[in-house]
C-alpha cells in the first residue's frame, strides 16, 4: 500500500471550493477545479510516492503488472480496467453519452485511419474502451440521465402551452416509443439556426410562464433546468434536448448508474465517480468543446428508462455496496467510528481507496499508512490483510476495485 496523489483537471464548469476544502488546500482555488483523476489513464494518471521516489500509476503497473494488478491481469491484460475520480461541478456539464465496447473499438480504429491526433481536440475516441460509469453524491447531486417515458415528456411538452411545440407533441404522442424519441431528439438537435432561433426562445417564454402560474406546478425542476441550461449556453438546441430527459435529484449516499448510450449531463454537485479505464465521450451540445451530433446518434439508446438511481446495499463486512453489472469496477463505502475496531478490507487490490471524511489510518502487518481527507492510497495484488480504522473521529472511506459484473 502506497500513498496515491490524484491529477488535478480544470474545466470551466468546476469548483473554485469544493476540491480545495475537501483536500485542505486554501479556498477559493485559482482556476475552477473540475476533477481529482485517481487512476491509471494515460491522459493523466495518478501518482504513487514511495521512499525511492514518486512515479506514475501507470508506470508502477507496467513495470511489474503480475505483483500490481495479480490475477485481473488474466482478464484485462496489463492495465488497470478502472478510473476513479472525485467530481466538482458548479455548472452543467455537455449533454454527452459514452460508447459500446464494439463501437469504441470501431471508432478509434477509424480515427487513427484517418490520422487524427491522439491529442485532438476534435478527436472523439481516445481509446478503444466503453465507459460504463457510477457516480455517489456526497452533496446533493443533480443530473439529467436517460430518455423520460414519451408519455410523460407528451404532458410536459403540453403543459409549456408553446404553439409551435404542439407538432412535436403530437409527433411524439403519436409514436410513443424508443423511435419517436429518435426522431424528435434528432429533429431538435439537428433544427437549422433560423427554426431553432424562432422555437426556442418560444419555450423559454413558455417556462417562464409556467413557473408563474398558480397551483401545484408538476414539472418545475425540468423547467427550472431548461432555463439554466439557456442562461448557461444561450442558443443552444441541447436545451431543448434536456426536456426529453429524465432529472433526477440525488441526496448524499444515493448514486447513478449509466451505461452505454445513456444520455446525460450533470448539472451540478460533488460525487465519486467510479468508471472503465476510458476517456471517450460523445458530445451534443451544452459546451464550447467539440460536438460530433452525427457520431452521437449513432451510440445513443433510446429507449425510455426509469429514473436509474442505485441504492447502496450492506454488505457482510459493514461496508454500504453500489453493485453494477459492470466487470471492470466495484465500488463500497466504509462509515468508520474511531472507537470502533479495525475493519478489513479484504476485496481492496488491486484498488485504490480514497478517504472524503475525517482521517483513516492503513495497516498491514505492522506497516501504517494515514491518509487524510480528500486522499487516497494505491493498494496491489500482493497487499493482502490491510485493515482500515478511523482516527481522531468519524472518518468515511471509498474503496474501488476490479468488479464482478453483479
Known amino acids: 500500500m502506497q500513498e496515491l496523489v490524484g491529477a488535478l483537471r480544470s474545466y470551466a464548469w468546476g469548483s473554485r471550493t469544493a476540491l480545495a476544502r475537501l483536500c485542505g488546500r486554501p479556498v477559493p482555488s485559482a482556476h475552477p477545479e473540475a476533477e481529482l483523476w485517481f487512476g491509471a489513464h494515460p491522459a493523466d494518471p495518478a501518482h504513487v510516492k514511495a521512499a525511492e521516489g514518486t512515479r506514475s500509476l501507470l508506470e508502477v503497473v507496467a513495470a511489474d503488472p503480475a505483483r500490481e494488478l ?31 465496447s464494439a463501437q469504441a473499438r470501431a471508432g478509434f480504429e477509424r480515427e487513427n485511419r484517418t490520422g487524427v491526433p491522439l491529442d485532438s481536440p476534435m478527436r472523439n475516441y481516445r481509446d478503444d474502451s466503453h465507459k460504463p460509469e457510477l457516480v455517489v453524491a456526497l452533496d446533493r447531486f443533480e443530473a439529467l440521465a436517460g430518455f423520460r417515458d414519451p408519455h410523460r415528456t407528451v404532458d410536459l411538452l403540453r403543459a409549456l402551452d408553446v404553439p409551435g411545440l404542439n407538432i412535436y407533441a403530437e409527433l411524439l404522442a403519436a409514436q410513443p416509443d424508443s423511435a419517436g424519441l429518435r426522431t424528435l431528439f434528432t429533429t431538435w438537435i439537428t433544427l437549422p439556426p433560423a427554426a431553432l432561433s424562432t422555437l426556442l426562445p418560444a419555450v423559454l417564454e413558455g417556462c417562464v410562464r409556467y413557473l408563474s402560474g398558480k397551483g401545484t406546478r408538476e414539472f418545475t425542476p425540468e423547467v427550472r433546468t431548461a432555463l439554466e441550461l439557456a442562461e448557461a449556453y444561450p442558443g443552444d438546441a441541447g436545451v431543448l434536448a434536456a426536456l426529453l430527459l429524465n432529472r433526477l435529484t440525488l441526496e448524499p449516499g444515493q448514486a447513478l448508474y449509466l451505461d452505454a448510450g445513456n444520455l446525460h449531463a450533470y448539472l451540478r454537485g460533488v460525487g465519486v465517480e467510479i468508471m472503465a479505464n476510458s476517456d471517450n465521450v460523445l458530445r451534443g451540445g451544452l459546451t464550447p468543446k467539440h460536438v460530433d451530433v452525427p457520431e452521437l446518434l449513432r451510440v445513443l439508446d433510446f429507449e425510455p428508462i426509469e429514473l436509474p438511481v442505485i441504492e447502496p446495499a450492506l454488505g457482510e463486512d459493514g461496508s454500504v455496496r453500489y453493485r453494477t453489472p459492470a466487470p471492470e469496477f466495484a465500488l463500497c463505502r466504509f462509515d468508520l467510528s474511531a472507537e470502533a475496531e479495525p475493519v478489513a478490507l479484504a476485496d481492496a487490490g488491486p484498488g485504490i481507496v480514497l478517504c472524503t471524511e475525517g482521517t483513516v489510518e492503513l495497516s498491514q502487518n505492522g506497516r501504517v499508512l494515514t491518509v487524510a481527507r480528500g486522499g487516497a492510497a494505491w493498494i496491489s495484488a500482493a497487499d493482502t490483510d490491510i485493515k482500515a480504522r478511523a482516527i481522531g473521529g468519524p472518518a468515511q472511506l471509498f474503496s474501488a476495485c476490479v468488479g464482478t459484473g453483479n
Open 70 to 100: 495479480g490475477a485481473v491481469a488474466d482478464t484485462f491484460g496489463t492495465r488497470l480496467p478502472f478510473l476513479l475520480k472525485i467530481l466538482a461541478a458548479e455548472e452543467p456539464l455537455s449533454l454527452q453519452a459514452h460508447p459500446s
